[in-house]
């Protein structure tokens, strides 16, 4: 494979592969979005007192952390609607599957850092007769996530990375675009090279993104002592 081939490759189908990674960056971040918010309606489930509550909860966070995303993504597409007797579209059952599983592992960082926090602030503001509620909105969650960040931002990292197997159900992400350019030209080796390298530089980018954001995580000392005096 020469150099000029692939450089081809990326000249010629540049608008193909570039509709194939806006919908890529679309999807992951839609996704991530929305684990964000499952995920901590699931960890605040897990560790509420009821077992009504926790059990289900906890139920579903190990099955979306011990499946497979390939298994999540058929099983959204193809068993959902016989199950709930409506078919979602092919991106839009890839964004469930997705946020499924991010929201199991996001629902476990949310845990680890709500448990990280001080035992003793919790008692002082439940001794002045706060609310369980308003203390976790108020000091216990607003300190989990920055302690979380990091985790949050891998596990973007590794949803954006999961993107690439929705071409299996028909969404025209980067790998789909790349599957149509080989059907035209006949070229696999040019062409996955390209889609590899693409997916590598913006990887790259993400994960340099998190490194950089994670050494800038000693703001969170400064918050917290912001918390203790506000309590």
Known sequence: MSFTRLWQVFAEYHDVLLSGIRVT?????????????VGLIACLGTLARSRLIRAPAIFYVEFCRNTPILVQLVWVHYAWPEIIGYKFDAF?????????????????EYRAGIESIDKGQIEAAQSLGMTYPRLMRRIV?????????????????????STSIVSIIAVPDLM???????????????????????????VFVVSASVRYLSRRLPMAGYFQTQQHAAA
Not at 25 to 37: C, G, K, P, R
Request: charged residues 5%.
């Open 141 to 161: 969650i607003p300190q989990a996530l920055i302690r979380m960040l990091p985790g949050i931002l891998n596990q973007y990292v590794i949803c954006f990375k």
């Open 92 to 108: 839009t059952s890839s964004l469930i599957a997705l946020a499924l599983q991010s929201s199991g592992y996001l629902a476990e």
């Open 25 to 37: 960056v679309v999807l992951s971040v839609l996704a991530m979005l929305l684990a964000i918010v």
């Open 176 to 202: 789909y675009q790349a599957g149509l350019i080989v059907s035209a030209t006949f070229l696999p080796m040019p062409v996955y090279t390209a889609v590899a390298l693409t997916y590598f530089v913006l």
